[in-house]
């Protein structure tokens, strides 16, 4: 289990056993790290990830606090931890994106245009690796969605959106699970940009093969 799934599943454990209900302030971080075990860089993660899910509220200058939800909704919030590791759909979802979409790609490298590599290169260079996963999550959607729409087949690119969007919620998890995930993510786009630019449909499609791979690679481990 990664370090901040396991992070979560204590302060779940907190939530669950009445040691912090809805509305309390957590303790400070030393504190609270040193009684759950944890390093005070994984207790922080976790901490990130439980704000983008709505479970804590942090309020700068003042503390970090339990959200105002019934105790119910809040564990509810938190099972998806849980539940992207168990679910055996979302690995089938992945190798279904993995048939199609470096096919997309393949496609996009023998038709792309000038303008549509500029309109790809500025979708990219709009994030860096300073980018929040929030905004790597934004930034991944269009890029790819850009690229299954240039071989122009409408029910290709619609079946590859809404596996996208099926799939969104392991690939955030994955950004907060996972160190690095800015600078790979990034790098992997550039591969398949520049093979779109050297209009090399083979190593456009590897390139795609590549990218989709690590998430489900990751998602198998998690699994596993």
Sequence with gaps: MAVTDEAILK?????????????????????????????????????????FIHVLDVRRGDGTYVTSLEPQLLLEAMTFVVDIHQDSSILELFAVRRLLEPAAAAMAATIATPEDIGQLRAILDDVDERASIESLVAHDKSFHHFINNLPGNAYLSSLLDGISSNTMRARVWRGFSEEHTVERTLREHKAILDALELGDAELARSAAIMHISGVEQWLRNAAA
């Excluded at 309390?24 to 860089?41: A, H, Q």
């Design 11 to 51: 302060v779940k454990d907190m939530i669950v056993s009445g040691a912090l209900a809805p509305g309390d302030r957590l303790p400070p971080e030393k504190e609270l790290s040193e009684s759950l075990g944890l390093s005070r860089s994984s207790l922080r993660e976790a901490v990130k990830a439980l704000e």
